[in-house]
């Protein structure tokens, strides 16, 4: 892991980003632009990096990246394979090593049916590196839990408000065990390789000893495939979008798994609006608000069953929390 | 000792001719068995080289598990002088042509296909040539063949007749 940022660049250029790299903890983006200065966003700070392969705030000093070595990049990345990620290339993005995820724009190939076919001229990278924050979950676990039972959760934040950081480790504590709730086997149906980070079908991610990965498959086949050979008592999914994939939630739940979602939203409005008020309100027993009023990573509010007020807030994220102070819980 | 030496140098020509056409078989038994794992498995050109490895034997099977290891070490080397560095000297230990090696190692020319249509394209290409040229040299082996021994066997005599 620890220079799986390094790993990402051919031979002849380790040397360039070594200096970089090993700023690997802090570093959230990189984005290599063709004929456009590398830009790195390190913990919410932008920096360019100069010719030497140093940091800089200075634009002026700041080096630009060439097409050539930005084929040369994305080669390397598909291991010289570039046919063998024509699926994760059509999406947009590719996992990599290390969990980190590669996203591409260039050009679209649009079929004839409308579909993209694939990306060619490829001139944007954006390189998301990953970061798994073991315990993020800590302080949402007595909400959770219901005398040792847990409960349907859906998490609802904006982008960049760490709900997926939130679910992976959320699906870590119910996998392994927690002092909550006994171990539980856990269904990830990982379309978009976010949760468990797989990379060749391994968890790149700790997902905990109880989980089995579906990995790059749609949500709603996977739901279903794991729930038949897995035997599930958990299912986890990222990003919940689509009304049919509520409904493969639903058949989940009515088979008796319980539920952790996420999905897109400043509140519950916004998924009112796209599923319907109060359609998916009966399948979650807890509905966990995020925001980023008080830095990334903030618990907004827990709602009980969809229907309550704004109460409790607390920092997703706090070393010197201690297990039992849970987060009020609204009516 | 003057026939028996000219006998075998007739017989190791006979053995290079069958030889040739042997290695050319054995190189496009390796395409096809790429091109499987490229349609079927959309592995990685190093993977489909550890997959292929397993079922391949001798040199050409440790050379094929060391291109997908040292791949797997991710040293930022390119595949292409991988592969050269590990499958060159098997090819150069076997009766092969300088021009047989470079059609086989053609196909890596292009891995930057994002279609794996075409990728398949390429290997068939490189895996068709070689069919036509152990084709064309199965065609007249047999006479070749019995001509190289017959030289030998003449050669043979007709230095000792010389030498008489």
């Known amino acids: ?331 | 000792m003057i026939l028996i030496g000219s006998l075998g140098m007739g017989f190791r020509y006979r053995n290079e001719f069958t030889g040739r056409i042997q290695a050319l078989r054995m190189l496009r038994t390796i395409l096809v068995l790429l091109e499987g794992e490229v349609r079927y498995g959309r592995d990685t050109l190093a993977e489909c080289c550890g997959h292929i490895s397993v079922r391949m034997k001798g040199d050409c099977k440790s050379a094929f598990a060391l291109v997908a290891e040292r791949m797997r070490q991710n040293s930022g080397e390119n595949f292409e002088s991988i592969f050269r560095d590990c499958v060159e000297p098997v090819l150069k230990s076997m009766p092969l042509k300088p021009e047989d090696r470079e059609e086989f190692f053609r196909f890596m020319g292009s891995y930057g296909c994002a279609d794996s249509s075409l990728q398949l394209r390429l290997l068939e290409q490189s895996r068709e040539q070689l069919e036509t040229k152990a084709g064309e040299l199965a065609a007249g082996n047999n006479e070749r063949c019995r001509m190289a021994v017959s030289l030998g066997c003449m050669g043979g005599l007709l230095i000792i007749l010389v030498l008489w």
């Open chain 1, 1 to 331: 892991m620890e220079n799986s940022i390094l790993q990402l660049f051919p031979a002849q250029r380790r040397r360039f980003w070594t200096e970089i790299a090993g700023r690997q903890k802090d570093i959230r983006e990189i984005r290599l632009r063709v004929n456009r200065p590398i830009m790195i966003n390190c913990t919410g700070k932008e920096f360019y990096v100069n010719s030497e392969g140093n940091p800089t705030h200075n634009p002026d000093e700041a080096r630009s990246i060439g097409g050539g070595e930005l084929e040369e990049l994305l080669e390397h990345i598909c291991h010289y394979s570039l046919y063998a990620y024509e699926e994760e290339l059509r999406q947009g993005f590719l996992t990599v090593a290390g969990g980190h995820r590669i996203g591409v724009a260039g050009q679209a190939v649009m079929s004839e049916g409308g579909d993209i076919r694939t990306i060619r001229n490829i001139r944007f990278l954006n390189i998301r590196v990953a970061h798994e924050v073991k315990g993020a979950a800590d302080r949402l676990l007595p909400s959770v839990y219901d005398d040792g039972d847990l409960l349907n959760t859906l998490i609802i934040s904006p982008p960049g408000c760490g709900k997926t950081t939130l679910l992976r480790d959320l699906v870590r504590q119910v996998s392994n065990g927690n002092p909550y709730g006994r171990g539980m086997t856990v269904g990830v149906a990982d379309e978009r390789s976010e949760i468990a980070g797989a990379y060749g079908g391994e968890p790149q991610n700790d997902v905990g000893i109880r989980t089995d990965v579906l990995d790059n498959c749609p949500k709603e086949k996977a739901m279903m495939l794991l729930l038949r050979s897995m035997s599930p008592e958990v299912i986890a999914i990222d990003e919940l979008g689509k009304p049919g994939e509520l409904e493969a939630l639903r058949s989940a739940a009515a088979c008796g798994c319980r539920i952790l979602a996420t999905a897109h939203g400043n509140g519950v409005e916004d998924l009112d609006t796209r599923f319907g008020r109060g359609s998916y309100k009966s399948l979650f027993h807890r509905i966990v608000l995020l925001d980023k009023k008080k830095g990334a990573g903030c618990i907004r509010e827990v709602l009980r069953g969809g229907v309550g007020s704004a109460q409790g807030s607390g920092k997703l994220y706090d070393p010197d929390w201690k297990f039992g102070n849970g987060i009020p819980v609204s009516k």
